[in-house]
């Protein structure tokens, strides 16, 4: 049996996910690493989600902006769709402890790699699609998990991650980079909380906390950014 596959059937994964399978192999397959099978692995439903995905998101945009042009509607989608947001929505869905990978990729923290889990969740749209063929309910439930995320997106909005833009903005002013450092970790893998501390010159000490290293990182990034651009 592959490791995770009676995850796959466990009520409250779909119940997060707002979708009962019909064919609960389509989301082990979802949920299926390249690590564990090079053939047998999510990667097809991945591309068929990727494309969905987008159109979900640009019908949403173009029918929300009536205003907006075509190359800010486009950078709107660009912000929803990139790897940073798709890994917050995994971190919503709680998908790291259902992700099925080879124990190589377990051990080195693939749970909780954003790329792996960004890849889980276009291809979960894949496989809901699949497995319903129902274009008007999948965007429902795709909307449902960027509800939290519409409120604060704006046309203008920058495509960088927040560490990226707070390295931009200080190496602008010819300031030192700013320093991250992992506070605290608690729990065992793969559900772990990080916390991480993060040094600016002239400005108090903050913390950032998240799912892995990388999600905390990016929080306290952002707060930092909050109060810089005030």
């Known amino acids: 049996m592959i490791k995770g596959q009676l995850k796959v059937s466990d009520p409250r994964l779909q119940n997060r996910i707002g979708y009962q399978f019909k064919q609960y192999e389509l989301l082990q397959l979802a949920l299926t690493h390249r690590s564990v099978s090079h053939k047998y692995n999510y990667e097809r439903l991945e591309f068929l989600g990727d494309a969905l995905l987008g159109m979900i998101v640009a019908n949403y945009l173009y029918h929300a902006y009536p205003t907006e042009n075509e190359g800010r509607l486009t950078r709107m989608r660009a912000t929803l769709v990139r790897q940073e947001a ?41 496989a809901i699609y699949t497995d ?34 707070l390295q931009e903005y200080l190496q602008a002013r010819k300031k030192h980079l700013p320093i991250y450092e992992v506070v605290d970790i608690q729990g065992d893998a793969p559900n772990q909380h990080f916390k991480v501390e993060c040094t600016v010159d002239g400005l108090p000490k903050m913390i950032g906390e998240g799912a892995s290293r990388r999600f905390a990182e990016q929080a306290v990034a952002a707060e930092f950014l909050k109060l810089l651009e005030q």
């Open 86 to 126: 798709l890994g917050k929505i995994a971190n919503d869905l709680k998908l790291s402890t259902s992700l099925i990978l080879s124990t190589g990729e377990l051990k080195s923290g693939g749970h909780h790699r954003e790329s792996i889990l960004a890849d889980t969740v276009e291809a979960i749209i894949g």
């Open 132 to 165: 319903c063929q129902d274009l008007p309910l999948l965007s429902a439930i795709v909307l449902k998990w960027y509800d939290p995320y519409f409120e604060n997106i704006e046309p203008t909005d920058q495509l960088k991650d927040p560490k990226s833009r």
